[in-house]
């Protein structure tokens, strides 16, 4: 019951979020500034049509914000400021539980290429400003990304947090669970969690925009890893005090305080919740 009511709910918030998009673009559109500001219209469209719905309407799912979690100032809330958002990744729940935790913020995600190629959810992804990245499957056992993409994405990325709008990532760069090796990495380190990837933190270092870890608790037990089938769960999110990058003297810093924020901030939910 619980997979057909959050399968029914996801589709209908993909057609209605690019339906709104679509009237939003061709009316309010033409007045608004600039292009990545349309997409930072365009992206909350789609995170409130799309990823909150299956978040709080799919009965037996709940998600639930710590009351200490950091509320983002009105000019981050309003695209004039960007932040970089990381949070730890165990399930395909975790988009849709971040971005209904942290509304009324809305974020850039990176996602997968070929998910901009599904009708209406790709779409609206894409006329939102999320970020694609391109893997090679035969490069770093399907984990490496295409030779020139990610230099493509990071400028993209930095576009939109020059324009101010913020972008969110899941540094570890795949589910926890999901690759023996990097499960492996993790329990080899204090922070349980995989590494995280660099380039995003350089680019937070080189913008000096703040790095708020986000820490989501629940989500794999409503979509395991490996299966198709969702459970009824609570999700706990917990959002930190930014990270200032100028405390840092390299974004390999950055991503290591980061990495070390993040697990005991998860390992904090896990024995409170």
């Not at 709104?20 to 409130?48: C, D, H, K």
């Not at 499957?137 to 913020?166: F, M, R």
């Not at 492996?184 to 995003?200: D, G, I, R, W, Y």
């Amino acid at each position: 019951v619980t997979t057909v009511f959050f399968l029914a709910t996801m589709l209908w918030g993909w057609v209605a979020a690019w339906v709104a998009q679509v009237l939003f673009t061709y009316t309010f559109g033409w007045f608004v500034a600039s292009p990545t500001r349309l997409e930072f219209w365009n992206g909350y469209l789609f995170r409130l049509l799309s990823a909150a719905p299956p978040s709080r309407y799919v009965p037996g799912i709940s998600v639930t914000k710590t009351a200490t979690s950091w509320r983002p100032p009105k000019e981050v809330v309003n695209g004039k400021k960007g932040v970089l958002v990381v949070a730890n990744h165990r399930s395909f729940m975790d988009p849709f539980a971040l971005g209904s935790a942290m509304l009324p913020l809305e974020t850039k995600y990176v996602a997968k290429y070929d998910l901009f190629k599904v009708p209406f959810g790709g779409w609206a992804m894409k006329r939102a400003g999320d970020l694609a990245v391109k893997f090679d499957k035969n490069k770093n056992k399907g984990w490496g990304t295409v030779k020139g993409s990610t230099g493509l994405l990071l400028e993209k990325a930095a576009t939109q947090l020059a324009a101010g709008n913020s972008v969110a990532i899941f540094p570890e760069g795949t589910r926890m669970g999901f690759d023996a090796d990097r499960c492996k990495e993790a329990a080899e380190h204090v922070s349980k969690l995989a590494p995280f990837k660099a380039p995003f933190f350089d680019l937070a270092k080189k913008l000096e925009v703040p790095v708020v870890c986000v820490a989501i608790k629940g989500t794999d037990d409503v979509w395991p890893v490996g299966s198709n089938m969702m459970r009824p769960a609570r999700i706990i999110v917990d959002v930190a005090e930014p990270l200032e990058t100028s405390k840092f003297d390299t974004g390999e810093a950055l991503a290591a305080a980061a990495r070390a924020k993040l697990g005991s901030m998860y390992h904090a939910l896990c024995e409170t919740y």
